[in-house]
């Protein structure tokens, strides 16, 4: 019998509709103006559209498994894109966030529950890992289409900023989460081919391996090399570092003068 899921296992949770929402509203108000503070503006149309990737990242990680053999997804409601679904919600909503507010790091978490075991080819378990940060790399394509197709003109500015700080952040999550890091996907993708006892030694470091190399990251150095290389990735996708700079100084609209993204000073 092939996998497969009930008709309510895949329905679409009103949470998930309820971001979308958000999402749409978030984006009239920066497009018109509406709103009397544009920086609160682009916060709630960045956040809404991060949180919106997430759920989309996980829900790639659950299909894929579903395809793969593990049928225990859908009870999980991890069809869903429900947030509220995830087993660890401080890995998979609040960790992302603070990285996003503190640092304008895209780096999503772990947040559903594989049963690994059911999924018998190596490959198909490492494609269940790759599956999350494909689909920011995906996001990343979709978010910055009007800058590579010279689609701009006319656009508010804040529209095209907050949509350029929201392409970094897709990005970078592509980009961090294929680190063959514990707790990241990148360490999902090399881990079935791994001994078990080496496996067995680095589980329980996936925290801590996401939030050393949110560590790391704050290193002048390392700062400087990875964000020219994020920029050298956006650049290619006709996103100019100012615009990513302007929208994170509309994001962080609770600061006088926010600190520039890319290297820490």
Same mark, same amino acid.
């Given at each position: 019998?092939?996998?497969?899921?009930?008709?309510?296992?895949?329905?679409?949770?009103?949470?998930? +509709?309820?971001? @979308?929402a *958000?999402? $749409?509203v978030?984006?009239?108000?920066?497009?018109? =103006?509406?709103?009397?503070?544009?920086? %609160?503006?682009?916060?709630?149309?960045?956040?809404?559209?991060?949180?919106?990737?997430?759920?989309?990242?996980?829900?790639?990680h659950?299909?894929?498994?579903?395809?793969?053999?593990?049928?225990?997804?859908?009870?999980?409601?991890?069809?869903?894109?429900?947030?509220?679904?995830y087993?660890h919600?401080?890995?998979?909503?609040?960790?992302?966030l603070?990285?996003?507010?503190?640092?304008?790091?895209?780096?999503?978490?772990?947040a559903?529950?594989?049963?690994?075991?059911?999924?018998?080819?190596?490959?198909?378990?490492?494609?269940?890992?790759?599956?999350?940060?494909?689909?920011?790399? +995906?996001?990343? @394509?979709? *978010?910055? $289409?009007?800058?590579w197709?010279?689609?701009?003109? =006319?656009?508010?500015?804040?529209?095209? %900023?907050?949509?350029?700080f929201?392409?970094?952040?897709?990005?970078?999550?592509?980009?961090?989460?294929?680190?063959?890091?514990?707790?990241?996907?990148g360490?999902?993708?090399?881990?079935?081919?791994?001994?078990?006892?080496?496996?067995?030694?680095v589980?329980?470091?996936?925290?801590?391996?996401?939030?050393?190399?949110f560590?790391?990251?704050?290193?002048?150095?390392?700062?400087?090399?990875?964000?020219?290389?994020?920029?050298?990735?956006?650049?290619?996708?006709?996103?100019?570092?100012l615009?990513?700079?302007q929208?994170?100084?509309?994001?962080?609209?609770?600061?006088?003068?926010?600190?520039p993204?890319?290297? *820490?000073?």
């Amino acid at each position: 019998m092939s996998p497969h899921a009930t008709r309510g296992e895949r329905r679409v949770s009103p949470v998930f +509709l309820a971001l @979308v929402a *958000v999402m $749409a509203v978030s984006i009239w108000a920066v497009w018109t =103006g509406f709103s009397a503070s544009p920086g %609160f503006a682009v916060f709630l149309f960045v956040v809404s559209g991060w949180v919106v990737s997430l759920c989309l990242h996980e829900y790639a990680h659950a299909r894929t498994a579903l395809h793969g053999g593990d049928i225990s997804v859908g009870a999980k409601g991890y069809l869903t894109l429900d947030p509220l679904k995830y087993t660890h919600a401080l890995l998979s909503i609040v960790l992302p966030l603070v990285f996003v507010i503190m640092g304008g790091i895209g780096l999503p978490g772990g947040a559903v529950f594989i049963e690994r075991d059911r999924i018998r080819s190596r490959w198909k378990q490492s494609l269940v890992s790759a599956a999350g940060p494909l689909t920011n790399a +995906l996001f990343a @394509v979709v *978010v910055t $289409a009007p800058f590579w197709l010279g689609a701009m003109d =006319g656009v508010p500015e804040n529209f095209r %900023f907050a949509l350029a700080f929201l392409a970094l952040l897709q990005v970078t999550a592509a980009v961090l989460n294929f680190l063959p890091v514990p707790g990241l996907d990148g360490y999902g993708v090399i881990e079935p081919w791994l001994p078990f006892h080496i496996r067995r030694q680095v589980e329980p470091f996936a925290l801590i391996g996401i939030l050393a190399v949110f560590g790391i990251l704050r290193i002048d150095a390392v700062n400087h090399a990875f964000f020219d290389a994020i920029d050298s990735v956006l650049d290619a996708l006709g996103v100019h570092p100012l615009d990513t700079f302007q929208g994170q100084q509309l994001f962080r609209f609770w600061e006088g003068t926010p600190p520039p993204i890319g290297p *820490v000073s």
